[in-house]
């Protein structure tokens, strides 16, 4: 029993949040593109922070260089000049900073394989972000409409204006036509007086008839030419 009633309140928890979703759908697409924005602005900075660090780790490599061909360079002179104390001297220094310059490049690969890395995520999140502003404004646009609709049909079902203008069109068109009634009375009643007995059997050649016919004209004017 407590079973089933705790699917039933899981159920009945779902569709209510399946519903507030629905209802809000516009509304949370919003709030994730910001936070999809807020995500983006912090992977630049960082981006950014790591491409500094880089460039600053480049310059020391750079300045470091610099000693070392300048440092062997007095070296060398140092032992032409028979001064191998000082050129002893030197070689120390420059053992320590190829040490150094060993770990500071190996940072600055490191950074530049980082830096390649992230890029690449800021740029497929920021693609991700213009599509789904994209997409936004299709849901937006659809929403809309669902609820234009959705009021239509509202408005149409409680409006009963529709239907009894259609009933009306279907009674004026099921309606006798008055002309065509009226000559049928008219034959209605020469039937009842009897006053066609005479034009029928004209009709059947037994006399003349009392009105003027088609054929009576036509052959008027074949006797005349």
Do not use: C, W
């Amino acid at each position: 029993m407590f079973g089933t009633l705790k699917t039933l309140i899981a159920g009945a928890n779902a569709r209510a949040e399946e519903n507030v979703r629905d209802h809000y759908s516009v509304e949370l697409i919003d709030q994730k593109i910001r936070e999809a924005e807020a995500s983006l602005k912090a992977a630049k900075y960082s981006l950014a922070s790591l491409m500094q660090r880089e460039r600053a780790e480049s310059r020391q490599v750079a300045t470091l260089e610099g000693k070392v061909n300048d440092l062997m360079t007095r070296a060398t002179e140092a032992l032409k000049a028979e001064r191998e104390d000082l050129a002893t001297e030197a070689a120390q220094a420059i053992a320590q900073m190829e040490n150094e310059l060993t770990l500071r490049r190996e940072t600055v690969q490191r950074l530049e394989t980082r830096i390649l890395q992230l890029r690449h995520s800021v740029d497929t999140a920021n693609r991700r972000i213009i599509d789904l502003k994209q997409g936004a404004i299709a849901a937006r646009a659809a929403k809309k409409e669902q609820q234009i609709q959705k009021r239509l049909n509202a408005h149409i079902a409680k409006d009963t204006s529709f239907e009894e203008a259609e009933d009306l069109i279907a009674r004026v068109l099921q309606k006798d036509d008055p002309f065509e009634q009226g000559q049928i009375l008219k034959e209605i009643d020469a039937g009842l007086n009897q006053s066609d007995v005479a034009d029928r059997m004209a009709a059947q050649g037994f006399g003349t008839a009392s009105k003027s016919t088609a054929n009576d004209v036509l052959n008027r004017i074949k006797s005349m030419t």
